[in-house]
């Protein structure tokens, strides 16, 4: 995948306050964020995803927790029935009562129509695992959000004269969300 020269650019050059915000908008991950910001110049979207997987991959514990606790339970879909809230909301409460933290799954590649059953058979399935195999999955899908929320961000550049505003918060591909509470720097994605 290549990005349009235009908004790997506008990343590649904006102050790195500015880029740390934004990169902390993709994964909660102050160590991931600071890391990117300070291999810029990417020469284009392949080598700034390779680099988001590989920080993501280096992550000590403390960065994984710090990065799940910035996490929220995903959003259904629009359009999806109380009762699918509501059974999200009890599987949600169990995951976070058994593993401490939200829980996390990229829905990249699934469209509106799939993506609660995905996600409701994804939390129920991981609601069974140890709490060290529910770990390395976790690492694994925040690094797929991650890498998907990035893309997203980049590509969003050409179309957004103000950085801050490139993340749209209803972008319906993703799931698991930052905080977003105003006092936070982390933004839904």
């Known amino acids: 995948m290549q990005s349009s020269p235009h908004g790997l650019t506008r990343f590649n050059t904006l102050p790195a306050a500015e880029a740390e915000r934004a990169l902390l908008t993709c994964c909660g ?15 284009d979207l392949d080598a700034l995803l390779a680099a988001a997987d590989e920080a993501v991959y280096d992550f000590v514990p403390a960065d994984l ?34 593993f401490g933290h939200a829980f996390v799954i990229c829905l990249d590649g699934y469209g509106p129509d799939e993506a609660l059953d995905q996600l409701l058979a994804g939390i129920r399935s991981r609601l069974g695992n140890d709490p060290e195999e529910e770990r390395v999955l976790s690492w694994d899908e ?46 839904a994605v």
Do not use: C, K, M, N
């Not at 991950?29 to 020469?43: C, D, G, I, K, N």
């Not at 927790?65 to 169990?94: I, K, M, N, Q």
């Open 65 to 98: 927790d710090e990065a799940l606790s910035r996490e929220t339970l995903p959003l259904p879909p629009h359009g999806s029935y109380s009762v699918a809230h509501t059974a999200l909301g009890a599987a949600h409460s169990a995951y976070e009562s058994r």
């Open 142 to 187: 925040l690094r797929r959000l991650a890498r998907g929320r990035l893309a997203r961000f980049v590509w969003s550049l050409d179309a957004r004269s103000d950085p801050q505003e490139a993340i749209d918060p209803q972008e319906p591909a993703d799931s698991g969300r930052p905080d977003s509470a105003s006092d936070s720097p982390y933004v």
């Open 29 to 43: 991950s102050l160590h991931w964020a600071r890391r990117l910001v300070a291999h810029r110049p990417y020469p």
